[in-house]
């Protein structure tokens, strides 16, 4: 089925540990992002990429690293893990042309849920 | 900057109630889009809805509507008859629309209403 995929589901780390959280779409979006959802916090932006090659901090971009070689893959990774890091994390997908039907939105994952002890 | 705020942070209701979630954003652009998703127990985001900042009609989908106001900066969400099936973290979120080519279709995010409806 078409949509964004993320491995794994839940990941359990030792603090200092690294590890990446893989995200895919197959639609051809030339947008990608990765947000990280907290209690009463709602989603907050990690990082972004508008296309293969380029990509952007976003507001809590701290501890975390991108790249995004193709247009397919967006993984984030975590140079080093803290208990700070506890979350679950979400890759969305958006095309480029926002200006389309009133049903347009983005594709989410189905989100990973991370614990850092 | 862009702000989303989403006073109640939790709701309950009885079945058959009907109960609106507010959202109230902040943003300089003109140009801008607000979204409604639901987060069931199952832990996804489900689109509910879009709506372009220049577009004030109100829509309604099933026991779903949106009431869109630029006058107060709100976008509220009414379920009627709310069902057991609603209950759900319910987020309101802006993407402005000015920055997009530079932006990367950022999402600013409220911080979610938790809706329970008791059968």
């Known amino acids: 089925n078409a949509g964004v995929t993320q491995t794994p589901k839940f990941q359990v780390l030792k603090t200092g540990q690294s590890m990446t959280l893989q995200c895919a779409q197959d639609?051809?979006?030339?947008?990608m992002s990765w947000y990280r959802q907290d209690p009463g916090m709602g989603l907050r932006l990690i990082h972004y990429?508008?296309?293969?090659?380029?990509?952007d901090q976003g507001e809590v971009p701290n501890g975390y690293n991108v790249s995004r070689s193709t247009t397919e893959d967006f993984p984030l990774r975590l140079l080093s893990a803290a208990p700070s890091q506890t979350s679950v994390y979400f890759c969305?997908?958006?095309?480029?042309?926002?200006?389309?039907?009133?049903?347009?939105?983005?594709?989410f994952g189905s989100g990973t849920r991370l614990t850092v002890v | 900057a862009q702000k989303v705020t989403q006073a109640q942070t939790e709701i309950s209701v009885v079945e058959k109630e009907d109960v609106t979630l507010d959202c109230v954003y902040e943003?300089?652009?003109?140009?801008?889009?607000l979204f409604w998703y639901k987060q069931p127990p199952s832990g996804e985001l489900v689109f509910l809805i879009r709506?372009?900042?220049?577009?004030?009609q109100n829509e309604i989908s099933g026991r779903y509507s949106w009431n869109f106001q630029k006058s107060t900066s709100s976008f509220n969400f009414t379920i009627t008859a709310s069902q057991v099936v609603d209950s759900a973290v319910y987020f309101c979120?802006?993407?402005?629309?000015?920055?997009?080519?530079?932006?990367?279709?950022?999402?600013?995010f409220g911080g979610g209403t938790r809706l329970m409806v008791k059968p």
């Open positions: 969305a997908s958006s095309p480029h042309d926002v200006i389309g039907g009133s049903n347009y939105g983005y594709t």
């Open positions: 639609m051809n979006h030339e947008y």
């Open positions: 990429s508008v296309g293969a090659g380029i990509t």
């Open positions: 943003t300089r652009d003109t140009t801008y889009y």
């Open positions: 709506r372009n900042s220049f577009d004030e």
């Open positions: 979120a802006l993407s402005e629309g000015e920055a997009v080519n530079n932006a990367g279709n950022m999402l600013t």
